[in-house]
């Protein structure tokens, strides 16, 4: 497929500290990349490069087989964006602030004012003061302001933060509708797994400034891990039985009272009966499988962790 934003080797440090080191990826043309990482991981640093906002200190930026310099402008035509949180005249309709774009940014066709707030679903308070709106309405204007100039790909950062589950839930459909109804290009960044997870065709995981994986949603649905998830009364105590006793050594301790084991030459009823026997009290034991999260969070600790 055709590569839309290709960066190689990406780095930026403030004041001699890295917080972006060498950081390559790959998005291609008419997909959602999920970009997924704690809060200051380093993905709204990233996406300001691209737009060309915060200046590289070393690496390579390319969009559509452009490369952008540090006075490149002109590859923006074909970018909106909303980074951060978007900033409204609040005391002007939706209607006012899409036309105010469209001449700042010289942008002739204002009839498409109408036409993008129906796409994200404000045709019915387009006469309405933003001041009045909600988060998860402003949200979408912002959306509507990024694509009013038809452009390929959108660059979009934490756009469900602070938002109900009903925002959420609106937002994440909308970018579906442009992704297969527009063909639109979407970085979206989120530190919200289950969301990237439900809307992304392929996930990019960043932490402390690296980018740690580039991979398919599909891939990781086809490895699908299973394991067997324990709630009990003392969650150190049972994990130092289960290797003791019974030899496993590929679990995860997840709080103060849950366990996973992915070792799969135990049953479930060996590692009841043993812990029973042993006066540890089980609350629940039942099989499951590994999804984003699971994956997220074993990139994000180096592996499985014994505690």
Known sequence: METMIHIHQLSKAYK?????????MHIEKGEIYGFLGPNGAG??????MILNLVKP????????????????????AQIGSIIEY????DRLTAVQNLKLHCKYVGYPEEHRIQEVLETVGLNDVEHKKVHEFSLGMKQRLGIARAMMTKPSLLILDEPINGLDPVGIKDIRMLLLKLKNE?????LVSSHIVSEIESIADTIGII????????????????????????????????????????????????????IRVYQQ????SVINKELVLNDIVVNRMDTQQSNLEEYFLNLIHGGRQHV
Not at 62 to 71: D, E, G, K, M, Y
Not at 86 to 89: D, I, S, T
Not at 211 to 223: G, N, S
């Open 57 to 76: 200190t070393s690496g390579e930026i390319r969009i559509s087989n452009q490369l952008v310099t540090p006075s490149s402008y002109q590859y923006l």
């Open 16 to 24: 001699g500290t890295e917080i972006v080191s060498n950081v390559t």
């Open 265 to 268: 030459d135990v049953t479930q």
């Open 182 to 186: 527009y063909g639109m290009t979407i």
């Open 43 to 48: 993905k709204t640093t990233i996406m300001k």
């Open 207 to 258: 932490h402390h400034g690296t980018l740690l994986k580039e991979v398919k949603m599909a891939d990781i649905r086809k490895e699908n891990v299973e394991y067997l998830e324990i709630n009990v009364a003392d969650s150190k105590q049972a994990s130092r039985l289960l290797e003791e006793k019974l030899h496993i050594h590929d679990y995860q301790v997840m709080d103060l009272e849950t």
């Open 86 to 89: 978007p900033v409204f005249y």
